[in-house]
């Protein structure tokens, strides 16, 4: 049986893929920061029939992935998936940021897919399968205004998957990333109105994506479907970036 954990899937994204996997059959795991927002949708998935638990725990926390995990773990088994969703935002000027703003950027999104990946690994390995996904950005391939260290700990996760697919994926494991474009999630609403309007002026389809696009592309990903996807990024961006 497929059993996938994916971090930061309260709300927005993540919520989105727990729903999607789950309903192609997947034990999920709900991770969030928030106890009660993780619960809630492993409620809903549950009352629709489907197969999950809440885990709460701060992906940054060596203390809390193994938490996170062992709850997983003792549930339903090794994880067979990895979805590393988890994530933050902060909107300011690079002149603005201080280091304690770069460190907690850098420490959800890259620490956190550094953490949990390793957690979850060694019994992919042993088993010779596995998948890990990684949500990236596409602020991580062009950058963003105002959003320096957002983008540079987008960036670092796409080299992080390259680097890591190039490993394993001769080991049975294979790893890629998600970079989507602006999405209709609480983090990006969080975001100014003007920041939001000028990125949906510059968009060629002329709208921002719903969490449920990018749930698709990361169910593809996690399928035996994908199983020529090797440290690909992939991006449901409304165009705004073009490989």
């Known amino acids: 049986m497929k059993s996938v954990v994916i971090t930061g899937a309260g709300s927005g994204i993540g919520r989105a893929c727990a729903f999607r996997l789950a309903a192609d059959g997947y034990r999920v795991t709900v991770n969030d920061l928030r106890a009660d927002a993780g619960e809630a949708v492993a ?4 009352a629709k029939g489907g197969t999950a638990i809440a885990a709460a ?4 926390s060596e203390a809390d992935v193994k ?7 003792a549930a339903f088994g090794d994880p067979t998936h990895l979805v590393n969703n988890a994530g933050i935002v902060q ?4 002149v603005d940021l201080t280091p304690a703003d770069f460190d907690r950027m850098f420490a959800v999104h890259v620490r956190g897919v550094f953490l949990m990946t390793k957690a979850v690994l060694p ?3 042993a088993s010779k399968s596995g998948v890990v996904v990684n949500m990236a950005s596409q602020l991580g391939q062009i950058g ?11 960036s670092a996760i796409i080299g992080l998957t390259k680097s890591l697919a190039r490993e394993v994926s001769g080991l ?6 998600v970079a989507p474009g602006p999405i209709n999630t609480p983090l990006v609403r969080a975001l100014s109105e003007d920041w939001r309007k000028t990125k949906a002026a510059e968009l060629p389809l002329g709208r921002f994506g719903e969490p449920e696009e990018v749930a698709a592309a990361v169910a593809f990903l996690c399928s035996d479907e ?12 409304s165009g705004d970036v073009m490989l």
């Open 57 to 60: 725990g701060d992906v940054s």
């Open 144 to 154: 963003g205004v105002e959003l320096t260290h957002y983008s540079a700990a987008k």
């Open 123 to 125: 019994a992919m390995l």
């Open 67 to 73: 938490t996170i995990v062992g709850a997983s773990r």
């Open 43 to 46: 409620a809903e998935i549950r």
């Open 91 to 94: 909107q300011a000027l690079f």
């Open 172 to 177: 049975g494991v294979r790893v890629n990333a």
């Open 226 to 237: 994908a199983s020529l996807f090797v440290g690909q990024t992939i991006g449901p961006n």
